[in-house]
Every structure is written in structure tokens, then in C-alpha cells.
């Protein structure tokens, strides 16, 4: 088990350039599953739920060729599988998108429930609910969605979203891009990964329109064939190393970034006290002594991520006064750091959905542990933020969603080492 180990206090300082979107790249990896023809795919970010799926799709027969830089050449021209490896299939959550792609191009897929971070219960019951409405007969066991045509066939219909759901928007509008007729997918996410997905399938021949609002329709067509996409830049990513240099201070252009996805973001961080100037793709973040206490309340997209909740929680922790951080997405998201980040010597009272955070001058290096993604990333930054040694274990959580983060960090002046035990 490999841990990080931070000796924190460092200001940061230089250029940072943010990877591909992981949450873009796990749905439009599996979405190659539509196409006939090779796939060319740029800025892929080098990290474990992407190897992940790379290995899931080579399993089940797919070309996959790593180009280097960040390009993958993938075919699944020739896959016939449609009963992935569940032991792959169960590492990371976003393999529920094989589901929805399966089911449109061979009416049928075996797959078993996913995995991946579990900081609060994720149903995946409005899924479900599309692929039904779509005419797909579903029979789920404990572990397993089995998906065939009912009597009726599978057709494009009307399906309206109970909650807002990223991953049902994306997996209803894979299973209905080779089906006859039209879907209207109403009360839809509009997370910028959501317009991704659409555009890589559209360049490749489907027919989206309205992905980023929420009413999106799929005209369903015959067949997509290859080409070439690149992938948007991380927001999440980018707004971790933002997060980092506001709780620690110093001077950092954060470059490969879309500056309008970062505004939800951004806002705050300038509420808060940090200077921010947007290029055409970059942000630069300049901070300088102590920030000030904010509110937050997360929200699906355009509205303050729920997967920089941790991160700004680390901002909050810091500054001074009292913050309110109210979560509307993942209500036990909480409780995957709060009191990592008390025995570093923050003050957190958690009421029902919402912490309220009274800022101290200083944390103080201790060990930690992450118990999810973003509530690892927190937990570097708050160590970065530190005095002293700070050990974050279970460091494997990190590795899912930060490409090179060791190497990003350690190029700002931050002290920050990956120690194999
Ligand atoms: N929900 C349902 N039923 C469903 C689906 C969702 O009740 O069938 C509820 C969830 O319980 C939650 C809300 O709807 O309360 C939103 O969940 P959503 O479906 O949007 O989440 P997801 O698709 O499972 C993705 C990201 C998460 C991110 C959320 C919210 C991927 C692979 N994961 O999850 O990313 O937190 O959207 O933006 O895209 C992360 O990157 O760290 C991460 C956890």
C-alpha cells in the first residue's frame, strides 16, 4: 500500500496544466462500444479508472492502442461480448455505461453492479428506468443487470428523470443513439461531461441536440462510424489545484482549462479572497494572506459541484469566520473527511446536510486517511496546507481521478512525495 507524504507550509507558485476529464473519458471510452470503425482519442488522462476500463473493453475483444500523450487508438468494431468481466466491472463506478451501450448496439448486456467510491448509497434505479421506458426488459439480481428487448422491442421514447442524474442522462442517451426512432430525455444533468459525450457521438455520426440544457433529444440512427475527438479539461481537477493554492497561498496559472466551466468555482474562490484573471483557456489564481468565510451550497451543473465539496471544505477550514457548506447531491459526503480534517486540527459541526466550518490559522500534520476520491484530495491539500509531516494512506482513491498528481504538485514547489510501503 503506497501512502503520500506531505511536509506542508510551501506556497504555490508557477504553471499547472490540467488532464482530460476523467468523468468525460469513463463515459466516452465505453461509448466507442457504438461505433464501427477505429476511434481516435485525445487527452485521455493517465489514471486508474481509466486503465480500468481500457482493460474491461480489451477484455471483451476491443483494439485498444495507447498512443502515448495521452491518445488512444480504440476499436470495438469486432467486440461481441456483451458480458463484461465483473470482477473488472466492479472496480469502478462509471462501468455502468456499458450497460446503456450495450444495449444499443446488441439489444442485450449482462453487467454487473458497479463500484468505485461508495460515500453515500448511488442507485442506479433512474437508469433503469430509462432503459425500460426505451423497451428494454431489465431483471437485476443482487449484483447483476440483465438487459433484453420486452415483446414490444426497443424503441426512442419520452423519459423523464425523477432526480437530475449525470450518469442516467449519459447511459439513456448511449442505449438510444442506434435505436429507431427519437428519445426526449426531460429534467436531464447538463454537466459540461454531458455535452462532451454528445459531441464525441455526434462527431461521430449521431444526432444529439440539446445536451447542457435539460431537455436532450436522440435521433436515433443506423449505425456511427470512427474518427477523431478530444476530451474537455477536468473542471474538478482544475478546481482541486485552485482550491489548493487559495488554502495555501501563492501565485498559479492553471492552464488547459475551459474558464465558463469554472465559474461556479471560481466565484467563490474570489468571495473568499483570491484573486482570479481568465485568459481563453487558462485561470490565474493569486492569493495572498488569510481568506475570508463563505457560504456554499453544491448543486448539479451550472451550480457549485458536489465533488469540490471536500476541497472547498479545506478552504473553509482555513479561512477566517464561520462558513456554511450545505450538500444537495450526496448528503454522507461529510463523512468521508470531516474528521480526517479534525485530528489535523479543523473545526466542523455537521447538522443534518450542511457543516458549519469556523476557520482556524493552522492546521498541524498528523496521518490520514481517504475513504474517497475527492476526500483524498482534500486531505492533500489540507497537508499541503499543513505544518509539519502530513501521511495521507489509502492513497488509491487519489490515483482514480488525478493524473500525475505527485509530478503537478511538486512542479508548483510543493514538498510532497509517494511512498511505496
Ligand atoms: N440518483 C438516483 N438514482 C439514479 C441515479 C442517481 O437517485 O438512478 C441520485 C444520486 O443518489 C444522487 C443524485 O441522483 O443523489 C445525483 O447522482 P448522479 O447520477 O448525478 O451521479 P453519478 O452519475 O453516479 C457522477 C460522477 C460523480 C459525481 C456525480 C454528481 C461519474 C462516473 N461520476 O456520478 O463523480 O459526484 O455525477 O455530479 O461521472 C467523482 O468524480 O468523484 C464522482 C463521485
Given at each position: 500500500?503506497?501512502?503520500?507524504?506531505?511536509?506542508?507550509?510551501?506556497?504555490?507558485?508557477?504553471?499547472?496544466?490540467?488532464?482530460?476529464?476523467?468523468?468525460?473519458?469513463?463515459?466516452?471510452?465505453?461509448?466507442?462500444?457504438?461505433?464501427?470503425?477505429?476511434?481516435?482519442?485525445?487527452?485521455?488522462?493517465?489514471?486508474?479508472?481509466?486503465?480500468?476500463?481500457?482493460?474491461?473493453?480489451?477484455?471483451?475483444?476491443?483494439?485498444?492502442e495507447e498512443l502515448g500523450g495521452g491518445?488512444?487508438?480504440?476499436?470495438?468494431?469486432?467486440?461481441?461480448?456483451?458480458?463484461?468481466?465483473?470482477?473488472?466491472?466492479?472496480?469502478?463506478?462509471?462501468?455502468?455505461?456499458?450497460?446503456?451501450?450495450?444495449?444499443?448496439?446488441?439489444?442485450?448486456?449482462?453487467?454487473?453492479?458497479?463500484?468505485?467510491?461508495?460515500?453515500?448509497?448511488?442507485?442506479?434505479?433512474?437508469?433503469?428506468?430509462?432503459?425500460?421506458?426505451?423497451?428494454?426488459?431489465?431483471?437485476?439480481?443482487?449484483?447483476?443487470?440483465?438487459?433484453?428487448?420486452?415483446?414490444?422491442?426497443?424503441?426512442?421514447?419520452?423519459?423523464?428523470?425523477?432526480?437530475?442524474?449525470?450518469?442516467?442522462?449519459?447511459?439513456?442517451?448511449?442505449?438510444?443513439?442506434?435505436?429507431?426512432?427519437?428519445?426526449?430525455?426531460?429534467?436531464?444533468?447538463?454537466?459540461?461531461?454531458?455535452?462532451?459525450?454528445?459531441?464525441?457521438?455526434?462527431?461521430?455520426?449521431?444526432?444529439?441536440?440539446?445536451?447542457?440544457?435539460?431537455t436532450v433529444k436522440v435521433k436515433g440512427?443506423?449505425?456511427?462510424?470512427?474518427?477523431?475527438?478530444?476530451?474537455?479539461?477536468?473542471?474538478?481537477?482544475?478546481?482541486?489545484?485552485?482550491?489548493?493554492?487559495?488554502?495555501?497561498?501563492?501565485?498559479?496559472?492553471?492552464?488547459?482549462?475551459?474558464?465558463?466551466?469554472?465559474?461556479?468555482?471560481?466565484?467563490?474562490?474570489?468571495?473568499?479572497?483570491?484573486?482570479?484573471?481568465?485568459?481563453?483557456?487558462?485561470?490565474?489564481?493569486?492569493?495572498?494572506?488569510?481568506?475570508?468565510?463563505?457560504?456554499?451550497?453544491?448543486?448539479?451543473?451550472?451550480?457549485?459541484?458536489?465533488?469540490?465539496?471536500?476541497?472547498?471544505?479545506?478552504?473553509?477550514?482555513?479561512?477566517?469566520?464561520?462558513?456554511?457548506?450545505?450538500?444537495?447531491?450526496?448528503?454522507?459526503?461529510?463523512?468521508?473527511?470531516?474528521?480526517?480534517?479534525?485530528?489535523?486540527?479543523?473545526?466542523?459541526?455537521?447538522?443534518?446536510?450542511?457543516?458549519?466550518?469556523?476557520?482556524?490559522?493552522?492546521?498541524?500534520?498528523?496521518?490520514?486517511?481517504?475513504?474517497?476520491?475527492?476526500?483524498?484530495?482534500?486531505?492533500?491539500?489540507?497537508?499541503?496546507?499543513?505544518?509539519?509531516?502530513?501521511r495521507v494512506q489509502n492513497i488509491h482513491?487519489?490515483?482514480?481521478?488525478?493524473?500525475?498528481?505527485?509530478?503537478?504538485?511538486?512542479?508548483?514547489?510543493?514538498?510532497?512525495?509517494?511512498?511505496?510501503?
Amino acid at each position: 500500500m503506497a501512502r503520500y507524504e506531505i511536509n506542508g507550509g510551501k506556497p504555490l507558485h508557477g504553471t499547472v496544466t490540467i488532464s482530460g476529464a476523467k468523468n468525460a473519458a469513463v463515459a466516452i471510452l465505453p461509448a466507442t462500444l457504438l461505433v464501427s470503425g477505429p476511434c481516435r482519442i485525445e487527452n485521455v488522462p493517465d489514471i486508474s479508472d481509466v486503465r480500468i476500463l481500457l482493460n474491461i473493453l480489451k477484455d471483451m475483444g476491443a483494439s485498444v492502442e495507447e498512443l502515448g500523450g495521452g491518445t488512444v487508438l480504440l476499436d470495438c468494431t469486432n467486440v461481441t461480448d456483451t458480458h463484461p468481466n465483473p470482477d473488472l466491472v466492479r472496480k469502478i463506478r462509471a462501468s455502468y455505461y456499458l450497460m446503456g451501450a450495450l444495449l444499443s448496439r446488441f439489444h442485450k448486456a449482462s453487467v454487473a453492479l458497479p463500484g468505485g467510491c461508495n460515500f453515500a448509497s448511488r442507485p442506479i434505479d433512474q437508469h433503469i428506468k430509462g432503459f425500460s421506458a426505451l423497451g428494454a426488459l431489465v431483471t437485476q439480481t443482487d449484483d447483476y443487470v440483465h438487459l433484453e428487448p420486452s415483446e414490444q422491442g426497443l424503441a426512442g421514447n419520452r423519459v423523464s428523470l425523477d432526480v437530475v442524474s449525470v450518469g442516467a442522462t449519459m447511459n439513456i442517451i448511449m442505449a438510444s443513439v442506434l435505436l429507431p426512432g427519437q428519445t426526449i430525455i426531460e429534467n436531464a444533468a447538463k454537466e459540461p461531461h454531458i455535452v462532451d459525450l454528445a459531441n464525441f457521438l455526434n462527431t461521430m455520426g449521431a444526432q444529439i441536440s440539446g445536451a447542457g440544457t435539460d431537455t436532450v433529444k436522440v435521433k436515433g440512427v443506423e449505425k456511427l462510424t470512427g474518427g477523431t475527438y478530444a476530451i474537455i479539461p477536468d473542471q474538478i481537477e482544475a478546481g482541486t489545484y485552485l482550491a489548493a493554492v487559495a488554502a495555501v497561498g501563492g501565485n498559479v496559472l492553471v492552464r488547459n482549462v475551459i474558464p465558463k466551466h469554472m465559474e461556479c468555482i471560481t466565484s467563490k474562490l474570489e468571495e473568499m479572497g483570491a484573486t482570479i484573471t481568465n485568459y481563453d483557456d487558462a485561470i490565474r489564481i493569486l492569493v495572498e494572506g488569510r481568506l475570508q468565510s463563505t457560504t456554499v451550497k453544491t448543486r448539479p451543473y451550472p451550480g457549485f459541484p458536489t465533488d469540490m465539496q471536500a476541497q472547498i471544505c479545506v478552504c473553509m477550514a482555513l479561512a477566517d469566520g464561520v462558513s456554511r457548506l450545505t450538500e444537495s447531491v450526496y448528503e454522507t459526503r461529510f463523512f468521508g473527511y470531516c474528521s480526517e480534517l479534525e485530528s489535523m486540527g479543523a473545526e466542523i459541526l455537521i447538522n443534518g446536510k450542511t457543516a458549519i466550518v469556523t476557520g482556524k490559522e493552522q492546521f498541524h500534520g498528523t496521518s490520514v486517511s481517504a475513504h474517497d476520491l475527492r476526500a483524498g484530495a482534500a486531505l492533500v491539500i489540507a497537508g499541503l496546507a499543513a505544518e509539519g509531516i502530513t501521511r495521507v494512506q489509502n492513497i488509491h482513491f487519489v490515483e482514480r481521478g488525478y493524473e500525475r498528481l505527485i509530478e503537478k504538485f511538486t512542479a508548483l514547489g510543493a514538498d510532497i512525495k509517494r511512498i511505496e510501503e
